[in-house]
């Protein structure tokens, strides 16, 4: 019977190489698929900020900024809400920190509808 030190083909010294390599490369695998879920995560809160300062901006434009703001608090939820009146027009900026592992990065989304029906 041979053994493993006498295979022609020399893999008796690579022997555990792949364990090695996997243990090296999972680690990389994983902060890849983190990164791109935070990314997701960052991508879809600026969507709600943006959904959100545009429903209010329509509702502060028709005269209803209780209903505007409360609006942008259900659709993102812990946002900052500041309006500004100008004689036609009407804009609403909403921010808030970011989600997850990019919870540091400040989001926001700025939004303008006509004052009044103008």
Do not use: K, N, Y
Not at 84 to 95: E, F, N, S
């Amino acid at each position: 019977m041979r053994s493993p030190s006498d295979r022609p083909d020399g893999a008796a010294g690579e022997r555990g190489t792949v364990s090695v390599e996997f243990a090296v490369a999972l680690p990389m695998v994983a902060l890849v698929l983190t990164s791109l879920v935070a990314a997701v995560l960052v991508v879809d809160g600026v969507g709600r900020l943006q959904l959100a300062a545009s429903t209010a901006a329509r509702a502060v434009g028709r005269g209803d900024e209780d209903g505007g703001r409360a609006a942008a608090e259900r659709i993102a939820p812990g946002a900052s809400v500041q309006v500004q009146r100008g004689p036609t027009v009407v804009c609403v900026d909403v921010a808030r920190r970011g989600a997850g592992p990019f919870a540091v990065v400040p989001l926001q989304a700025s939004a303008c509808a006509a004052a009044q029906g103008r």
